[in-house]
């Protein structure tokens, strides 16, 4: 099974994305923490990478970023399938991807979008504290610290996080909507696309996940049985 998943900050799309890789034994290529990775280590794309100060948020060229994924697919622990969050982020990535996974002779199973009102994806910034000294995290309604305001491990004031304040959050999220709506489009018109409420707690969310991978795995099921015929 291989598999893209998209979602906007805060839909907890990594959450899911980590119970699918255990469920279907599947490993989660994030090519955020891949390339932090490389950097730390100092390989030669970690080298390459530095040209380009990911650390500051700026952009990648397509090239490199495709190169990489390519690479990392074709590790053994992949001959299974993968999950992708963080690519492809634009339709020419998501081109590229299809051209990669066709030389490959491999088939993207779908494209899961985990989506959640924005409103509700404010709020769940905006309860969100972190600790400056460890960087640990919590949230005030769902996992809070022991003790209101005080970091568990170390016993630091948390604070709030500038880029999550409410207007930063919700121009963020606009940004993410205008970046990906062609990216989705490009699923939708493929017929690969797959819509996740990710308004419930995460096990009714990974109800939904289940239910729609078993569909996705007896269609293509069906049609490995259509093309033997």
Known sequence: MILVLLGPPGVGKGTQGARISVHYDVPTISTGAMFRDAVNRGTELGRTLQRYHIDRGEYVPDEVVVAAVRERILQPDCKRGFLLDGFPRTAPQALALQEMLDHECLKLSGCL?????????????????????????????????????????????????????????????????????????????????????????????????????????????????????
């Open 113 to 229: 979008d985990f989506e959640a009102p924005l409103e509700m994806l404010i709020d769940r910034f905006a309860g969100r504290r972190v600790c400056p000294k460890d960087g640990s995290t919590y949230h005030l309604t769902t996992q809070p610290p022991k003790h209101p305001g005080l970091c568990d491990i170390c016993g630091a004031e948390l604070v709030i996080r500038p880029d999550d304040a409410p207007d930063v959050v919700r121009r963020r999220l606009e940004v993410y909507t205008e970046k990906t709506e062609p990216l989705i489009s490009f699923y939708r018109e493929r017929g690969l696309l797959y819509i996740v409420d990710a308004s419930p707690e995460p096990e009714t969310i990974f109800s939904q996940v289940i239910s729609i991978l078993s569909l996705v795995r007896r269609r293509l099921s069906d049609s490995r049985i259509g093309e033997e015929i």
